[in-house]
């Protein structure tokens, strides 16, 4: 036994030696949701986090903490972030809203951020990016490539955000293909490659030849690859492993300068709560390069979609739509406003199948 | 309610596939508890093994190369937990929950360079002329090496317990470590040796999602299995074959929650997605009723001279 205390005793003194550092860097601290290496959601924001510590140097130091469960969980580890000295904490789901609202509370010097959500407090903000602007391009993409008129989803909780790239996925894809039918299964997970690799293969057995993810991990892109002849588009990261087929292009999460931009302000003094939710045009939704398995005149179109979105000139959300039970949610020519789309809860019309409760 | 979008034919293959990775990490584990050890670390092992496997797959472009590097992985990595709870005498459940992250960890440093690389396939049996019968066929004559492996394993697992002298010794350090130790048994050394049998076990499951299920390297994508396995050992109250039935419901319920949701059945998903750890709830609230089926000495530190 004797052993084993030694241990536990080289252990705490290492850690008390660690928390003796220095105080005059600027502690950023990061929770995530899935691994650092899962290849999509959390590795963007982590490529975020080094992109931070390049541009500031000795000045910042960032900590992180990985595969953090979404829920109680994330209290106890955004407690300890700012109990042991972060100025400033960027939280990376959807899940820990109410936790960082929770712990902020009890820190009011310490500045918290969080990724995707609606609650905010004098120390809280929130950011998030305007994923459903790539997932138009995605889906008119998806439109034209079908052959099968088939198109997978796999979902990953049943919240608006995800709720919202469906929609506007859909809305794209019928524009292009007006016979699309979507098909979609919720995986109740953001990270858990076997199962969102079974989603995929369930989705392309139903007859899907196009499966788009809201998932973190590569998993689908290497079911599709082994089915063959099936399109994906890389999520959240630009997952050009998989390029040129069946990855023929990607939604990338650039969150570097929003990191940067936070971080000084915290150094500066100027820090304030507030809310950005950016899209292509300030570049926090990136396009990843459209690949030659895409026929040319289809590319053409897609980019041209891109450059409408980016310039503000085309929102993704115009009207008509109806909704799913066909009542009418746009008129004609009527622009989605930023509080609905936020908290969207409702499929359009032509989607088939219910949101979970 | 069309379930007929469903093909059962693909489904049953489906589940097939999704039970292995359990399957081989239970019947590890349950040889590992029916001696008396309780190691939490599956999860650590099956993903070390996962990345032992993926990484000389890919190196000898052989794919059962790396599943005996798998096995090799997970034995190795099982012995700082033998090492820890047999000859420190350090408490199981904390050694088990220490395994579990430390392989996670060493997992991720060593699949740094494997992200985004496609492995080596394992191709299907080849069972001639047999495959070609309708439904058995494609369904059960259809599938890779390993899936008939597990299989094998678990027969095997059951005969030797049951029938064996070695099974007859390995029950009775698991039930009584004294009597076992009086009858001149060396209860370290045969728990060492099936622990490392556990690792082994789970680390060809964690192989078989990195170079069959999934098939890809991804850092912490055994995202819970081990654990799955854990309760299905005690779903399985310790018994091989029951094991088998558990690894395929398990199994089986993951691939029809998903299947009817991509035909669009309405049915409540969160219900089906919880049911195999109610199924293990209940089964344990059964089983309590029956104090003799957990082995006698589970979890309980073994020295010759208590």
């Known amino acids: 036994m004797k052993f084993t205390k030694l241990l536990t005793g080289a252990t705490l003194a290492l850690a008390l030696a660690g928390t003796a550092m220095a105080q005059d860097k600027t502690k950023v601290g990061f929770v995530f949701v899935g691994p650092v290496g899962d290849g999509g959601w959390t590795y963007e924001h982590n490529q975020g986090r080094l992109a931070l510590e390049e541009e500031f140097g000795d000045k910042v130091e960032t900590v992180f903490v990985e595969s953090v469960a979404e829920g109680p969980d994330a209290t106890r580890v955004i407690t300890d972030m700012a109990l042991k000295g972060a100025d400033l904490i960027f939280t990376t789901s959807f899940g820990y809203m109410d936790q960082t609202v929770e712990v902020a509370q009890k820190f009011p010097n310490v500045k918290f951020e969080h990724a995707t959500g609606y609650k905010r407090a004098d120390n809280v903000s929130t950011y998030s990016a305007r994923f459903y602007e790539g997932r138009a391009i995605q889906g008119h993409i998806a439109g034209k490539m079908t052959k099968s008129n088939i198109v997978g989803y796999i979902g990953s909780y049943p919240i608006p955000e995800v709720i919202r790239g469906i929609n506007s996925a859909f809305i794209h894809a019928r524009k292009a293909n007006p016979d699309v039918e979507f098909k979609i299964v919720w995986a109740y997970t953001w990270f858990d490659p076997a199962k969102e690799a079974d989603a995929a293969k369930v989705l392309i057995e139903q007859g899907a030849d196009v499966v788009l993810q809201h998932t973190d991990s590569t998993a689908p892109q290497a079911a599709a690859q082994e089915a063959g002849d099936v399109v994906t588009f890389g999520q959240a990261s630009d997952m050009a492993q998989y390029a040129p087929f069946p990855r023929v292009s990607s939604i990338i999460d650039d969150w570097a300068p929003y990191y940067i931009a936070r971080t000084k302000a915290v150094m500066d003094g100027t820090w304030t709560s507030t809310d950005t939710w950016d899209g292509i045009g300030p570049g926090m939704v990136a396009i990843g390069e459209i690949t030659d398995a895409v026929p040319a005149e289809v590319k053409e179109e897609a980019l041209a979609l891109k450059e409408a979105i980016a310039s503000g000139e085309y929102h993704p959300f115009t009207g008509p739509i109806n909704k799913q039970d066909g009542t009418q949610w746009l008129a004609d020519g009527e622009v989605a406003d930023d509080g609905t789309l936020a908290g969207m809860n409702f499929f359009v019309e032509g989607i088939t199948g219910d949101i979970p409760q | ?306």
């Open chain 2, 1 to 306: 309610m069309d379930l007929s979008a469903i093909n059962p034919v693909l489904f049953i293959a489906g589940f097939l596939v999704a039970a292995t990775p359990l399957i081989f990490a239970a019947i590890g584990e349950l040889v590992v508890e029916r001696t008396g050890v309780l190691n939490l670390g599956v999860e650590g092992m099956m993903i070390a093994g996962a990345i032992c496997g993926f990484a000389v797959a890919v190196e000898t472009g052989s794919p059962l190369a790396g599943f005996a590097a798998a096995a090799v992985g997970g034995a190795v990595i099982s012995l700082l937990f033998a090492f820890l709870t047999q000859v420190m005498l350090a408490n199981q459940v904390a050694s088990g929950l220490a395994l579990t992250l430390f392989g996670l960890g060493l997992s991720a440093l060593l699949g740094q360079s494997y992200v985004g690389i496609k492995p080596p396939r394992l191709g299907d049996v080849d069972f001639g002329r047999l495959a070609d019968i309708p439904v058995i066929g494609p369904v059960l004559l259809s599938h890779d090496l390993m899936l008939y492996a597990a299989l094998a394993l678990v027969i095997t697992v059951w005969v030797v317990l049951k029938f064996t002298r070695l099974g007859l010794i390995l029950r009775a350090v698991g039930e009584n470590h004294d009597a076992a130790h009086a009858l001149g048994y060396k209860v370290v050394r045969i728990r060492t040796a099936a622990i490392m049998f556990g690792g082994a076990c789970a680390g060809l499951g964690g192989a078989y999602i990195s170079l069959i299920r999934v098939p890809q390297w991804t850092e912490g994508m055994t995202a819970g299995v081990g654990w799955i396995a854990l309760a299905l050992v005690v779903f399985a109250s310790w018994k091989p074959l029951r094991l088998l039935i558990g690894a395929y419901l398990f199994g089986g319920l993951v691939q029809l929650q998903l299947n009817l949701q991509a035909v669009g059945v309405a049915i409540p998903v969160e219900y089906l997605a919880m049911s195999p750890y109610v199924i293990t709830i209940v089964v344990l609230v059964i089983l309590s009723a029956d104090k003799t089926a957990a082995p006698g000495s589970l979890g309980r530190n073994f020295h010759a001279s208590s």
